[in-house]
């Protein structure tokens, strides 16, 4: 997976300076998608985020990891208008988040931590009624390509009120992809989801991440590590480190951490050879096919 660590194909003089202060890496080259500057929500007396600066950029997947409670639904929150932030601004491709919503919406696909769906309706009814408002020019050979890939297409017909969670997750992340949104935000896309499935999602996403600007959080880092182009760690709403996983891995890694558990056997001159026979405590190795055992003193 090292080769979707870096891809760096994409140009463009015109799009705004990347925020690279934080990042360790120079990224300066790519195309910002999305930037947040000194962006703060505070909920009561409470900051959930505080003063964050990065940047999102197109073609590449950016993670974000934390805790529970770090900040990461709240930066999805405010990255896709749900909620305005207390101070601090988002760019995306170039439009002020504030002042340009509408625009900005246009162009955004939203898969949230918990599924906005309705009961009644079924899966094939929630992509035409998304697809009518985003992508009115749909035909129906792409719906059924999108319901092929996310594996919903035997489910097509089911009111959403009788699909499993994991279901649920995928016509939330079908719906996320429709019409082309150039800034993709998915919240977890993959809790619930069984593990065949969850591998399909991550090929949906890889394919779709050309030309794209795809935020995600995930808990699970061995996605992280295999999607994220760049992960950005947020501790208690604010930004800890961020860059390439391998770029963490090499700068803040302390190499591999290799546990053992020592299974100590008091053997008997009866289960050993004779030469390792004592009342001595042994370490033993065994060895499944010929049953037998190399012991260490
Ligand atoms: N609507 C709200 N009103 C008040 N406080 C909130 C609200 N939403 C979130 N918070 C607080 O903001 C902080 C960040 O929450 P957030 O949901 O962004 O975390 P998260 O990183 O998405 O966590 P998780 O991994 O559990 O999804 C938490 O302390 C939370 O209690
Ligand atoms: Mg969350």
Redesign the pocket.
Known sequence: FHSLLHHRGLRSSCFPRALSSQTGEDFSSLPVGVSLHGLTKI??D?A?IENLNVSFYEGHVTSLL??????????MSLLTGLFAPSSGSIDVYGKDMQTNIDAVRKELGVCM?YDVLFDHMTTKEHLLLYGQIKAPHWTPRELREILNETGMYPHRHKVVGTLSGGMKRKLSISIAFIGDSRLVVLD?PTTGVDPCSRRSIWDIIIQQKKKRTIIM?T?HLDEAEVLSDRIAF?EI?GLKCCGSPFYLKETLGQGYKLTLTKKVIILTCNAVNSSCCSKALLICVHHRRGSSATCKK
């Open positions: 909920y009561g409470k959930a934390g805790h529970n409670g770090a900040g990461k639904t709240t930066t931590q977890e959080s808990h947020l709403g």
